[in-house]
């Protein structure tokens, strides 16, 4: 479990919430696997059996996936929601889809909220990347009787070995040197159609070649993988590209490369610090005596294991402060 909240960290954030209704972008495949989404529904619509109106903090929020659900439950009108996230993006993204919900742009770790300020204090795979400190503030801004529910990373888990075979795509990308290939390529191109030599274009062609064999074999490897349907975008793209290229203005062609390098750059870091957030059987545990010292009453933790593997999915935890 990392505590480093680093700037690098909360600017690939950033460009994921960016993008994220991109037909492009990647996605959180994981976060919308039915056994995540009915631990959440169950949860829900148990809400109805606490007095209402009820104050509800969503901490490292993302895109506000929590709160969509929420709003399917009964009596939803009557919780007051506050979502918490470090991503500016991300925060703005929560503000225009539920303009009744509080936003805070702040870091998990130090949330300037109240003691006791919230009923119920949630979190889906993002208190985490924060540290222990984060898990400390749940418990300090949780009324007496409120419920801390969380879903946090699990190493070796069924989503961390996504994310591991994800980074290993991207790395494939990266070590091909496909975009700046491909951008010298193009670029060789346009020069000589401006009556440059030829030499340097079809030397460009040559270097790119083996970049796109290796991108080729990323693609048939990754299968369904995210960064698999992300590599296979830049390929065809590229390729529908290149057989009109002299159709297409340079500078315009050369921000589409430069941008998919920094999403994919991006989404290298989100995979990274994915796994690093990732709590193992050991911090786990020392994790649950922690929050049982500072009063709380565990009523739900351990993995949480999906009806399609034998590989959990995360850690999950439910606990109420006496």
């Not at 709160?67 to 925060?91: F, G, H, K, W």
């Not at 074999?217 to 793209?237: I, K, M, R």
Request: glycine fraction near 6%.
């Amino acid at each position: 479990m990392t505590t480093d909240n680093s700037t690098q960290q909360i600017s690939s954030w950033d460009t994921f919430w960016q993008n994220s209704d991109s037909a492009h972008a990647f996605s959180d495949s994981g976060a919308n696997h039915p056994s995540i989404q009915t631990y959440w529904y169950t949860f829900f619509s148990e809400l109805v059996n606490k007095p209402m109106p009820l104050q509800l903090l969503d901490l490292a929020s993302g895109h506000g996936a929590l709160i969509d659900m929420l709003r399917n439950s009964p009596q939803s009108e009557q919780i007051a929601v506050t979502c918490l996230d470090s991503s500016e993006a991300a925060i703005q993204h929560i503000g225009e889809r539920f303009t009744d919900v509080k936003t805070v742009l702040g870091d998990a770790a130090d949330t300037q909220f109240d003691d006791g300020q919230f009923d119920v204090v949630l979190s889906q795979f993002g208190i985490e990347y924060a540290g222990q400190r984060a898990f400390d503030e749940a418990v300090r801004t949780l009324a007496p009787q409120g419920t801390l529910r969380v879903l946090l990373h699990y190493t070796g888990g069924s989503i961390a070995g996504e994310c591991r075979r994800n980074l290993a795509l991207l790395t494939t990308l990266k070590e091909s040197r496909f975009l700046p290939l491909a951008q010298a390529f193009f670029n060789a191109g346009f020069a000589a159609a401006d009556g440059n030599d030829r030499r340097a274009y079809d030397q460009a062609g040559a270097d790119l070649q083996p970049a796109m064999r290796s991108i080729e074999n990323a693609v048939q490897q990754g299968g369904d993988l995210v960064a698999a349907d992300f590599l296979e975008h830049l390929y065809l793209t590229t390729g529908k590209i290149h057989a009109s290229f002299l159709n297409y203005d340079a500078s315009e062609l050369n921000n589409w490369l430069d941008a998919m390098q920094r999403e994919a750059d991006a989404y290298s870091v989100r995979m990274q610090s994915m796994l690093d957030a990732a709590i193992d059987e050991a911090q786990f545990h020392r994790l649950c005596e922690r929050l049982h010292g500072q009063g709380l009453t565990l009523q739900q933790a351990g993995p949480l294991m999906p009806n399609d593997t034998n590989r959990p999915l995360a850690w999950a935890l439910t606990a109420v402060k006496n």
